[in-house]
């Protein structure tokens, strides 16, 4: 089975690498994301200042400057609670309180909760063994080890199963798939992390009760807590990828951490046992290194300060400090993958003291900046200085563009049309992936200019799909929603004019796709009245989430590129994996015949 699973992820890599068209996906029947519909929560959390709940503004607006200062972090929202009260929350432009997020690895900590009603409620023990719940799902190919695999050793991600997420994007039954797979040893003796464990949780939910995981935690959780507007991605045999795929606005991620250090207890109701999350929240396994935290029950455990943490690929953490009665989310397009980031060390630190249980006078000085500064954030924005200097005051005045010079460019722009051949598409490769979705390739970029309503619009052509793409500049982003195959997605677009060192204009966009973790980014050079050159790129990068995958034992596993071929052509492999990730296309006003 493994030898089959790589020749396929040959052939895959083969036509993705080399092939001039997209290849077509092996999983089939796969819903579409709806589009999200902004809301706001019915039930929102109370909210105070942060000094009537011992903590000085001061320190969150040093906490805020941290995390706009860090290159790699690339925030999108986060709000911190104390008491159970939001004392602070921020959203870099174009991200959005209303809109939900994906949370990526962070729900793996809400199957867990899903797997602790299923054993309060009779249905499932811990050491009940996962063959005997999918005796329909076990082949000859089955080992000895596999059998023996108990929801416990999910839990604690010690199965040592070795069908991961690389190869779910190959398979359709990932359930067989999962059975058929070896294991890296006896389940029980080591960790190793694998968000398949997750899934097959989420498998079982859907087996003992005949709902799916969202559906089933929709009713127990999610409509008692006030959390709507959800959405979890489901594989092609209809069960929610339990590990991954899921989308929730970050108040919802606030109450959920919120909901654990409550010990299960929601508003005089206990919606889960107690003696669960006591269990869920200490540590059960870890991993090899040590400076990497422990392992719960489907979370993550920290040493200092002592807690735990929900927490999810590129940046997504809801971290909770029971000592210091804390609740902080974080949602980001981080470069820092995993716990040990620099955005974990600076949240960290900053919340490593111990607080105040009494409100603390009143700073109205200290609030205010605060609250200034985080009506300030912006998506790939520096924060300026609350007091800046007078150059720094002459940089920033001289470096914003003129009001009368983006009207007059955006004009000569109107009924622009280019046409292009090229390997590139307005979704980003990592959502693609991650979706088994491929967008269609870019045929046109028409530019149209409306001054007295929608302003500039982009309008991009790919594989025959029209996408509609207003620019908005200082100080707004616009919004604009796209349809995809895989589904509908809305994003933020910042434009910025500026010059090449040759003096032709550029166009800067920044397209953050707000319910994901990825911003299209796009470099337009006119290079004169019939050129139009575009350079693609995308934060996080492509590169740099595939290298710092594999650091991760066993996670992805399937080769990288340059390591499928035998051939001694190395360098035209990484020309043509380079032109991928990051395209040049070149456009014409005039169409080839």
């Known amino acids: ?51 009537q709940q011992g903590i000085n503004s001061s320190l969150l607006t040093d906490f805020y400057t941290q995390l706009c200062q860090n290159s790699v972090g690339n925030p999108h929202s986060c709000m911190v609670l104390r008491h159970g009260t939001v004392i602070s929350e921020g959203y870099w432009k174009p991200y959005r309180a209303d809109y939900y997020h994906v949370t990526h690895s962070l729900c793996k900590s809400l199957t867990g909760m899903a797997i602790g009603l299923l054993i309060e409620d009779g249905l499932l023990l811990e050491t009940d063994k996962i063959a005997d719940i999918f005796s329909d799902k076990i082949t000859l190919l089955t080992s000895r080890n596999m059998r023996s695999v108990t929801v416990e050793h999910l839990l604690t991600m010690t199965s040592g199963a070795k ?23 006896v389940p029980g003796t080591k960790f190793n992390y694998n968000s398949l464990n997750t899934y097959m949780l989420s498998a079982i939910v859907q087996r003992k009760t005949g709902k799916t995981l969202h559906a089933f935690l929709t009713e127990r959780l999610f409509f008692p807590m006030g959390i709507e507007n959800t959405w979890w991605e489901k594989c092609p045999m209809g069960i929610c990828k339990g590990g991954w795929g899921f989308y929730l606005k970050t108040e919802d991620m606030a109450k959920l951490g919120l909901l654990y250090m409550q010990k299960g207890m929601w508003q005089g109701r206990q919606l889960i046992n107690s003696a669960w999350v006591e269990k869920a929240t200490v540590l059960h396994s870890k991993g090899e290194k040590e400076d990497e935290c422990g392992y719960g029950y489907q979370l993550w455990i920290m040493e200092e300060p002592k807690g735990y943490i929900y927490n999810g690929l590129f940046g997504q953490y809801v971290v909770c400090m029971p000592q210091q009665d804390i609740v902080l989310v974080i949602t980001a397009g981080s470069e820092n993958l995993f716990i040990n980031s620099a955005v974990f060390s600076i ?24 609250t200034q500064l985080c009506s300030q954030l912006t998506y790939g924005k520096a924060l300026l200085p609350s007091s800046p200097s007078l150059i720094q005051k002459l940089q920033h005045f001289f470096s914003k563009p003129k009001a009368d010079a983006t009207y007059n460019t955006c004009k000569a722009l109107h009924n622009r049309t280019y046409y292009f051949d090229g390997r590139a598409g307005i979704l980003p490769l990592i959502a693609q992936a991650m979706m088994g979705c491929y967008a269609g390739f870019a045929e046109k970029i028409n530019f149209s200019f409306d001054p007295e309503g929608k302003g500039l619009c982009m309008n991009l052509t790919e594989a025959g799909i029209l996408h509609e793409i207003l620019i908005g500049f200082e100080p707004q982003p616009a919004y604009s929603l796209l349809h995809f195959a895989c589904g509908d997605y809305t994003v933020g677009t910042r434009g910025l004019f500026t010059h090449d060192e040759d003096g032709h204009l550029v166009l800067k966009l920044w397209i953050s796709f707000i319910e994901l973790t990825s911003t299209r980014t796009l470099k337009l050079f006119f290079i004169d009245d019939e050129t139009l050159v575009v350079k693609y790129g995308e934060e996080p990068s492509v590169e ?23 051939i001694t052509e190395n360098e035209y492999i990484d020309y043509r994996f380079n032109k991928l990730v990051a395209p040049v296309l070149t456009g014409k006003t005039k169409k080839e015949a």
């Open 1 to 51: 089975m493994e030898l089959k699973r790589q020749m396929r992820a040959l052939d895959y890599f083969k036509n993705l690498i080399f092939s001039n068209e997209n290849p077509p996906p092996f999983l089939t029947s796969l819903e579409k994301k709806p589009a999200c519909v902004p809301t706001v929560s019915t039930q929102p959390l109370p909210r105070s200042t942060p000094e």
């Open 163 to 185: 069908f991961n997420e690389g190869h779910s994007v190959i398979d359709n039954d990932w359930v067989k798939s999962y059975f058929n797979a070896d294991t890296a040893g």
């Open 347 to 370: 949240f960290t630190k900053t919340f490593h003291a111990d607080f105040s249980n009494q409100p603390l006078p009143r700073n109205y000085l200290a609030y205010k900046s605060l």
């Open 544 to 566: 740099t989430a595939i290298l710092k995958l594999r650091e991760v034992d066993g996670l992805m596993d399937l080769p990288l590129p340059g390591e499928l071929f035998s």
